[in-house]
């Protein structure tokens, strides 16, 4: 009789460690084949103008699949990459080696889920089956108290009832050996950025962000961040803008599954029993938690997350799209050097920090006045991190059409400057313009006397819409 086969088809959870899919498929077949499938669709051109996906987290996303390649290399087996719409590139693969199953992490937002039903249809003209496991949030849906479902309006409510009796699982340890890939099956060569009609981005020199893609840099840098305690202090650097170490910066790796939360919690769990455990320990905690309650939102709330009117339907709210506006704001050339700053760190990097991101989110909606849907696609593309859940319900908040009872998020940027980045190291990191300007007006240099312009050599113009 002939060896039973799966594929373990890896989506955003590219690593070892941790893959429910992977173990339950080695449990249950002689033969696995695991298999990447990259989705023309997320490389198409939007109504924007720009494509899905943009090149930081392409090139993130290449390396991760290249170190899951070595990795699996490693342990006697391979990686098999398709370049086609999942249900063809796994219903091919599936019939090409009389695969009976497939194993993958299901995701909470429509279009992923969308494509599971595709695949699961396709699979079943075959007679094969689509098993699906939970992967991406800390806590497993079995394990959440009955009294979030339906999910609490507000994030504290639910948060409150699910840490009265927390139960994150322990992670699964990474398979040894595996089994060999059969003889007919070709792994496929990796795709490039150039292959795929993409240039790297223009990262500047001064770019004060970097992550390689993958598992081993995943946990590499999660190590080195304890090794260094920079946890302990967590609470207080966590709103930073310059820099690597302020925050946690495991988001790309979370986003694409490289990291796991349940790795990163019982890690945390670790270190508060033999390093440190204070506020700043539960801080990293809480923030996961953030992340969990967006993926559940999503989970309920579906495609209404994508809409204008969000979560609670608005959908006759009219928002403007004004073309310079907007642009002048992707491109970070409103005036304000908060706002700036964090989009040029955007678009040079992949990565903002997260007071950047709501202040910038506030001022396009609550003082540009203009479309969030914009900004939430332009973060979809630019962001090194995009996790559907967690862009689109956190602009739905910031817009005031989230699940949040406060009508308005808005913050007031300036502020915002003064407070946040009161030397105006940051901003001056990425507006060179804003070299010689005085600490005093580092985040307003419109209002800068003309006798103090001048001798600046410089104007300022009055920013946008504030
Ligand atoms: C408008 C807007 C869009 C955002 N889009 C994304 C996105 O696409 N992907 C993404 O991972 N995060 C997103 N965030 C959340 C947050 O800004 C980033 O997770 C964080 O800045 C990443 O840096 P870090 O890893 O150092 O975070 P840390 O502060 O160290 O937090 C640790 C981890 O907790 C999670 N987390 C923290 N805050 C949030 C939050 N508000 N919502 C969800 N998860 C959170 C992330 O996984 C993060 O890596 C967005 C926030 C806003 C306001």
């Known amino acids: 009789m002939s060896a039973s ?44 103008g720009w494509r899905k996906t943009g090149s930081a987290r392409l090139a993130f996303m290449l390396e991760a699949v290249a ?20 249900a063809q590139a796994l219903a091919t693969l599936a019939q090409q080696v009389g695969a009976t199953a497939v194993y993958a992490t299901g995701y909470a937002t429509p279009e992923e889920q969308r494509d599971e039903r595709r695949v699961a249809k396709a699979l079943a003209t075959l007679g094969a089956t689509l098993h699906l496991s939970y992967g991406h949030p800390l806590l497993h849906p079995d394990d959440l108290p009955d009294r979030v479902t339906p999910l609490p309006e507000i994030f504290t409510q639910w948060r409150k009832e699910v840490e009265r009796r927390l139960k994150v699982r322990q992670p699964l340890p990474a398979p040894g050996k595996l089994p060999a890939l059969p003889a007919s099956v070709e792994a496929g060569a990796l795709p490039t950025l ?29 190590e080195a961040y304890l090794e260094a305690e920079y946890l302990s202090t967590y609470k207080e650097t966590r709103n930073g803008l310059l820099g690597m170490p302020f925050s946690s910066k495991l988001s790309a790796w979370l986003a694409q599954g490289c990291l796991s939360p349940r790795q990163i919690y019982w890690d945390i769990k670790r270190y508060e029993a033999e390093v440190a455990s204070n506020e700043s320990t539960y801080w990293l905690v809480f923030e996961l938690l953030w992340r969990d309650y967006f993926y559940y939102v999503a989970r309920q709330y579906g495609s209404r997350l994508f809409r204008p009117g969000g979560l609670r339907g608005h959908e006759t709210r009219k928002l403007r799209r004004d073309r310079g506006t907007l642009e002048a704001w992707r491109t970070g050339q409103t005036g304000v050097p908060l706002v700036d700053a964090c989009m040029r760190q955007l678009l040079a990097t992949g990565f903002m920090s997260n007071r950047g991101r709501q202040n910038v989110a506030s001022y396009q909606v609550h003082d540009l006045h203009q479309d969030w849907i914009y900004g939430a696609s332009w973060f979809e593309h630019a962001l090194v991190d995009y996790d559907p859940a967690s862009n689109w319900a956190n602009w739905c908040y910031v817009a005031g059409v989230g699940n949040d009872p406060r009508p308005s998020r808005k913050f ?7 407070d946040y980045d009161p030397d105006g190291a940051f901003v001056r990191h990425y507006l060179p313009e804003l070299k010689g300007v005085p600490n005093h007006a580092i985040h307003e240099p419109h209002r800068l006397s003309p006798l103090e312009a001048q001798a600046l050599g410089m104007q300022f113009a009055e920013p946008l819409h504030l």
């Open 412 to 418: 007031n940027v300036v502020k915002q400057g003064y």
């Open 5 to 48: 086969v799966a594929l373990v088809w890896f989506r955003n959870d590219l690593r070892l460690h941790d893959h429910a899919p992977l173990v339950a498929a080695l449990r249950a077949h002689a033969v696995v084949v695991p298999v990447f499938v990259l989705d023309p669709a997320l490389l198409a051109e939007t109504d924007f």
């Open 67 to 86: 170190d899951l390649r070595a990795s699996l290399r490693a342990r006697g087996s391979n990686l098999v990459v398709s370049h086609a719409a999942p």
């Open 194 to 222: 150039a292959s795929l009609g993409y240039e790297s981005l223009p990262r500047a020199a001064e770019a004060d962000y970097a992550a390689e893609g993958g598992e081993t840099a995943g946990l590499a840098h999660w």
